[in-house]
């Protein structure tokens, strides 16, 4: 399998942008990923967030907020800077990177749900650092450049079966070109439509939502399974699941009302969502949540 990991050691000068003096920087020889990671505030002897190169911690001058998320993998160049930024107890400080390559406006993210062991780039049960780079030579391979790969561990999505097309419960998400979208999706591939990974904490009304499922007295027959339909997140609400007569209410990220489905009229306003409506995955249950 071809490898992008090694790069050659070359100097530039980059252009400070807070002051009038340039920087000497060198390219930092390293595996060509990275790993993000938040230390902790600076106001409370932390270093905010950082970016583990090889073993050894650096102050990225250029962390988008995207990218701001626990155990994400970068995939670039990166330019030392000679210069360090003091944080935490090392008087010292950490020594500062650019990221050379981050994606445009029109980068779009997809995902996969892995499995265990019958993915294409073929890592099994391997680290989540191992499978990154085998994601990424897989899809260099293909000529998609990804920028970012972050996994997220949905629970209640893990598929307790033996097989190796069985789904462990971890969602891939990748950064890609828009250009490179059709190449990725014929790879089985999908475009993400929901931007959070948390919706149950990050979107009020679903946060909301569930604390009173947690407070009911019929928790056990309630459900949030998250989709994606007409190119858009969405959200299905069953408060008593199985229920005779029971109403299914599908909402986009604002709460505005999609789709009906059962009561006591048998009504179906979106004839087409079982379909259509992809990418499944169940937020909460109440049979089976601790939280």
Same mark, same amino acid.
């Given at each position: 399998m071809k490898k992008l990991w090694c790069f050659a050691l070359v100097s530039v000068v980059l252009s400070c942008n807070n002051d009038d003096d340039d920087v000497n920087v060198?390219?930092?020889?390293?595996?060509?990923?990275a790993t993000v990671l938040f230390t902790g505030d600076v106001a409370a002897d932390g270093c905010g967030w950082v970016l583990d190169i090889d073993d050894d911690d650096y102050k990225p001058i250029n962390l988008p907020q995207a990218y701001q998320f626990?155990?994400?993998? +970068?995939?670039?160049?990166?330019?030392?800077?000679? @210069? @360090?930024?003091?944080?935490?107890?090392?008087?010292?400080?950490?020594?500062?990177?650019? +990221?050379r390559e981050l994606p445009g406006q029109d980068a779009v993210e997809i995902y996969w749900d892995q499995s265990y062991c019958s993915d294409p780039w073929e890592t099994g049960a391997e680290t989540d650092l191992a499978t990154a780079k085998a994601i990424a030579d897989y899809l260099a391979e293909e000529r998609i450049k990804a920028y970012s790969i972050k996994f997220v561990n949905y629970p209640l999505n893990e598929e307790f079966c033996l097989a190796c097309f069985c789904k462990s419960g971890t969602r891939i998400f990748i950064t890609i070109d828009t250009d490179d979208l059709d190449k990725a999706t014929d790879l089985d591939?999908?475009?993400?439509?929901?931007?959070?990974?948390?919706?149950?904490?990050?979107?009020?009304?679903?946060?909301?939502?569930?604390?009173?499922?947690?407070?009911?007295?019929?928790?056990?027959?309630? %459900? +949030?399974? %998250?989709?994606?339909?007409? %190119?858009?997140?969405?959200?299905?609400?069953?408060?008593?699941? %199985?229920?005779?007569?029971?109403?299914?209410?599908?909402?986009?990220?604002?709460?505005?009302? +999609?789709?009906?489905?059962?009561?006591?009229?048998?009504r179906n306003t979106c004839p087409d969502f079982e379909e259509e409506a992809t990418g499944a995955l169940r937020l909460w249950d109440g049979a089976e949540s601790n939280d």
């Open positions: 060198n390219l930092l020889d390293s595996s060509g990923m626990e155990g994400m993998y +970068i995939i670039s160049e990166f330019n030392e800077l000679d @210069r @360090r930024e003091p944080c935490g107890l090392n008087p010292a400080g950490l020594q500062q990177v650019q +990221i591939f999908n475009m993400n439509y929901c931007t959070e990974t948390d919706p149950l904490e990050n979107i009020a009304w679903l946060k909301e939502l569930k604390e009173t499922f947690e407070q009911s007295t019929q928790a056990a027959n309630t %459900q +949030i399974t %998250q989709y994606h339909y007409q %190119q858009e997140c969405v959200f299905l609400v069953d408060d008593c699941y %199985q229920c005779p007569d029971a109403l299914q209410v599908v909402y986009n990220y604002d709460q505005e009302k +999609i789709c009906e489905f059962g009561g006591t009229d048998g």
